[in-house]
T-cell receptor
Framework: AQKVTQAQTEISVVEKEDVTLDCVYE???????LFWYKQPPSGELVFLIR??????QNEISGRYSWNFQKSTSSFNFTITASQVVDSAVYFCALTQHGSGNTGKLIFGQGTTLQVKP | DGGITQSPKYLFRKEGQNVTLSCEQNLNHDAMYWYRQDPGQGLRLIYY???????QKGDIAEGYSVSREKKESFPLTVTSAQKNPTAFYLC?????????????FGDGTRLSIL
């Protein structure tokens, strides 16, 4: 069965702390894609990153970094020196098995990050 | 600016009433999606459409209906058969049929029961 698990329901940190959001997935596909989205209080989901199953390079974009480890089926997201504007719900998602080119995704339950000043 | 517009932002439904949520995109995207989001849960797919005049059921299609008469529009009707419609509804679109392309989302519509 396919599944995306974000075990951390809520995380609270103080500004400038580093924080890691965990994402563990299950799939029997050999080719798949993983995504991270941010949902600020306004409601829309904002695309952050896409990773395909053949590319295990870590990626850094400013204060954001992602650690993809196929051996542990994890795709964790770290925010360095967190800021109040990082407060949001963060979703990890996986392309659904057999989705072909439909783009269907399976989402985790989301992690609510609160960054306090 | 290109984007996805959902309206209304808030909607109230009476018992036995059908309501329609609007989703319009000017990104020239072929594929469009409707999701339902409940508190503490991830997004669940209701319906999706890859081309005009064609759409498929997602994981929780019962009690919902859609149409795709124009490329830019994908309205969702919440029918009276949907007994628990209170949720946040998100519309998304995607430009390419390649599996790795991300979906782009609207601001959502919050539906409540009167």
């Amino acid at each position: 069965a396919q599944k995306v698990t974000q075990a951390q329901t809520e995380i609270s940190v103080v500004e400038k702390e580093d924080v890691t959001l965990d994402c563990v997935y299950e799939t029997r596909d050999t080719t798949y894609y993983l995504f991270w989205y941010k949902q600020p209080p306004s409601g829309e989901l904002v695309f952050l990153i896409r990773r395909n199953s053949f590319d295990e390079q870590n990626e850094i974009s400013g204060r954001y970094s992602w650690n993809f480890q196929k051996s542990t089926s994890s795709f964790n997201f770290t925010i360095t020196a967190s800021q109040v504007v990082d407060s949001a719900v963060y979703f990890c998602a996986l392309t659904q098995h057999g989705s072909g080119n439909t783009g269907k995704l399976i989402f985790g339950q989301g992690t609510t990050l609160q960054v306090k000043p | 600016d290109g984007g996805i517009t959902q309206s209304p932002k808030y909607l109230f439904r009476k018992e036995g009433q059908n309501v329609t949520l609007s989703c319009e995109q000017n990104l020239n995207h072929d594929a469009m999606y409707w999701y339902r989001q409940d508190p503490g849960q991830g997004l669940r797919l209701i319906y999706y459409s890859q081309i005009v005049n064609d759409f498929q059921k997602g994981d929780i299609a019962e009690g919902y209906s859609v149409s795709r008469e124009k490329k830019e529009s994908f309205p969702l009707t919440v029918t009276s058969a949907q007994k628990n419609p209170t949720a946040f509804y998100l519309c998304a679109s995607r430009g390419s049929n390649r599996g790795n392309q991300p979906q782009h989302f609207g601001d959502g519509t919050r539906l409540s029961i009167l």
